[in-house]
């Protein structure tokens, strides 16, 4: 590797450590005639203990950009060293990595060079030579460029696994306030495109086999947390929407990391919202797999998380009427609700109580933290004797047998050069 383009590695796979919406889930694509990679043998699977995906290629084709958004590193008015990749560099950085084992895909995002067609055509070469020419089978993730023609996206959906679109801030006001220039619809059309491709590629695959891969594993979205002052309420109703709306595989929560002394922005200095972005992943995992809706999790009443406890944990302390539950006749969905118990957990319990009535030790030996499930459960030879103590007592027993990782924590952002 030539000095040259190892500086612009050191640049641009900087710059692009603030964007963490890299998981590569929902992508089946096969190795295929003696090709290189395949995505479907757990491709990053290592995360770092923040939780963010490290075995992919993530680099900005360029740190250029015509466009001045408050939040980002890469605004046009920053003063930092800049670089941009040609689509020949990429490529042979991706396949020599992989070569060496050092990557299992690539996630390539990028600057705006002069506009967004410019820019995207650009990144949809790089997954075209990748694809065609080197046979590479491994995880391309490819960010779009808001307000790039649907034809190039397109274009992009035919060779990338994942194609994604930055929502960045998570209210138009708060991206009227931090980046002026850019528009939202610019965002909005382009995910209506992907949903409607993707939608029309599973009814054409239902009919012909032969209908090529679009996007296989969907798109998802960032939005930034803590740059703008949105309560949790909006960010976990701005992610249900777009959940529901433009079914979305993922919406990635980033704690905005001070890079700018702008008076719209928090101060350099100010520590990076870890607490609060594990909180709202949780929330988000309540919603895609325990049945809750968001306006159980937040609302008008309760519109931030608690940061000591889990969103789960908090909304069974509001809802104290629904417990105790008795484990051994509950429904199912009753028994997702109790903290301690998980998904596994739960279909463990249904499948092992038509054996015969569950106990507080059987409940520990299929995986229950009973330290926390025992103030909301009824179950074999356990006497409840909780169900008249305050909420505040409950949570302060629990705490006391729990401790969280991320509450207190140095929130330090990837590095990965």
């Not at 608690?306 to 908090?314: F, G, H």
């Not at 539950?325 to 009753?334: E, R, S, V």
């Not at 028994?335 to 409940?363: E, T, W």
């Amino acid at each position: 590797m030539s000095d040259r383009i190892k500086e612009k590695l050191e640049i641009l796979a900087d710059a692009a450590k603030y964007d963490v919406s890299c998981s590569s889930s929902g992508s089946n694509r096969k190795n295929k005639d003696q090709g290189l990679g395949n995505t479907g043998a757990g491709i990053c699977h290592t995360y770092t203990e923040d939780g963010r995906c490290v075995s992919l290629l993530k680099i900005l084709l360029t740190n250029h950009c015509i466009y001045d958004c408050a939040y980002c590193v890469s605004r046009k008015s920053n003063d930092i060293k800049r670089a941009a990749f040609t689509v020949q560099e990429v490529v042979d950085l991706t396949i020599n990595f992989y070569r060496r084992n050092y990557i299992e895909g690539l996630f390539l995002s990028s600057g705006i060079f002069k506009d967004a067609d410019y820019t995207m055509e650009r990144l949809v070469l790089i997954a075209k030579k990748l694809r065609q020419e080197h046979n590479f089978n491994g995880y391309i993730h490819l960010k779009t460029i808001p307000a790039a023609s649907p034809e190039l996206i397109h274009e992009a959906g035919l060779y990338a696994d994942r194609l994604s679109i930055n929502l960045e801030i998570p209210t138009d006001s708060g991206l009227k306030l931090l980046a002026p220039e850019k528009n939202r619809q610019d965002m909005i059309r382009p995910m209506t495109y992907l949903k409607d491709q993707l939608m029309k590629t599973r009814e054409e695959k239902k009919l012909f086999k032969t209908t090529p891969k679009f996007a296989p594993a969907g798109q998802s979205t960032q939005l930034i947390i803590g740059a703008s002052g949105e309560s949790d309420q909006q960010i976990i109703t701005a992610a249900n929407y777009f959940y529901k709306k433009f079914q979305m595989k993922r919406v990635y929560y980033s704690g905005y990391v001070p890079i700018s002394y702008d008076n719209r922005l928090p101060a350099i200095g100010t520590a990076v919202p870890t607490a609060r972005e594990n909180r709202l992943y949780q929330s988000d995992w309540l919603m895609r797999f325990y049945g809750f809706n968001a306006n159980e999790i937040v609302n008008d009443n309760h519109p931030l998380l608690d940061l000591d406890i889990d969103p789960k944990l908090s909304w069974a302390l509001r809802n104290m009427d629904r417990f105790p539950i008795d484990i051994n006749t509950a429904d199912y969905q009753l028994i997702l609700r109790v903290p301690g118990i998980g998904v596994s957990s739960a279909q463990k319990i249904v499948a092992a109580r038509r054996f015969g009535a569950l106990s507080l030790d059987n409940l520990k030996k299929i995986g229950v933290a009973v330290n926390r499930a025992k103030y909301f459960i009824r179950c074999k030879g356990f006497l409840q004797i909780y169900t008249d103590k305050r909420t505040d007592i409950i949570k302060s027993y629990i705490l006391s047998t729990s401790t969280s990782k991320y509450v207190g924590s140095a929130n330090q952002q990837l590095q990965l050069f």
